[in-house]
C-alpha cells in the first residue's frame, strides 16, 4: 500500500518517471553527490527540469509536506517519491541511493578534515563553500516563487507569508517550529478556505 497519493497528473502517459527502483536508486545517489551544502537546488533542478518527473507546484507541494515531517527535508522527499512510484521498494531504493555513496564519502572526509582542521587553507575553503550553499538555495527559491503566481492563495498573501517567516526566522530568531506551526498552519487555514466548496 502507498504511504502518500500520486498528485494528479503524477502518471500521464506523456510525463516521464523512474522506469525502475535501481533507476531511483542511481538518480538519488547521483543527486547526493552533487548536493553538498545545497543538495536541495541541485534536487529541485534534477527532478522538476531535467529529469520532469515532477512540475514546480507539485515540488513545492511535496518539499512543503517533506519539511514538516520530522527528519531530514531532502530524506523525506526522497523517500515520497520512491514511494509514489514504486510503493515500498521505491522508497527504501530512493533512501539508500540518498544515503550510501554520500555516507561513505562524509566519512572519507571527516577523516582527512581531521587531519587538516588547523590548516588556514581548510578554513578558508569551509567559509567558501557556505557561501556558495548560500548561493544555491536562494537561487532556488527564486526559481520556485515563479511557481506562487498561480498558487491557491495568490502571490501577495505568499509574499507576506515568505517575509513573515524570514522575519520570524532571521531577525526574531524563533525556533523553526515555532515558526512552522504558526505560519504553516495560518497557511493551511487559508488554503483550505479557498479550496473549500
Not at 132 to 145: E, N, S, W
Request: charged fraction near 10%.
Amino acid at each position: 500500500m502507498s504511504l502518500n497519493p500520486s498528485p494528479p497528473g503524477a502518471h500521464t502517459q506523456d510525463r516521464p518517471r523512474p522506469q525502475s527502483p535501481a533507476d531511483l536508486f542511481w538518480s538519488f545517489t547521483w543527486l547526493a553527490l552533487q548536493g553538498f551544502g545545497g543538495v536541495v537546488a541541485v534536487v529541485q533542478r534534477e527532478l522538476v527540469e531535467k529529469k520532469r518527473w515532477m512540475t514546480n507546484e507539485e515540488f513545492l507541494e511535496d518539499w512543503a509536506v517533506a519539511q514538516v515531517m520530522p527528519g531530514p527535508n531532502v530524506v523525506n522527499l526522497s523517500l515520497m517519491i520512491g514511494d509514489r512510484h514504486f510503493g515500498l521498494r521505491g522508497g527504501l531504493a530512493a533512501l539508500a541511493g540518498m544515503l550510501t555513496l554520500p555516507m561513505v564519502l562524509a566519512l572519507a572526509a571527516a577523516l582527512l578534515y581531521a587531519q587538516w582542521a588547523t590548516h588556514p587553507a581548510m578554513a578558508g575553503a569551509l567559509r567558501g563553500m557556505g557561501a556558495v550553499a548560500a548561493g544555491l538555495i536562494g537561487g532556488m527559491a527564486l526559481k520556485l516563487a515563479a511557481s506562487l503566481r498561480t498558487h491557491v492563495l495568490g502571490p501577495w498573501v505568499c509574499a507576506a507569508l515568505a517575509l513573515a517567516t524570514f522575519v520570524a526566522v532571521v531577525w526574531w530568531h524563533i525556533p523553526l517550529y515555532g515558526v512552522l506551526l504558526v505560519l504553516g498552519g495560518v497557511a493551511c487555514v487559508l488554503a483550505w478556505r479557498r479550496l473549500a466548496p
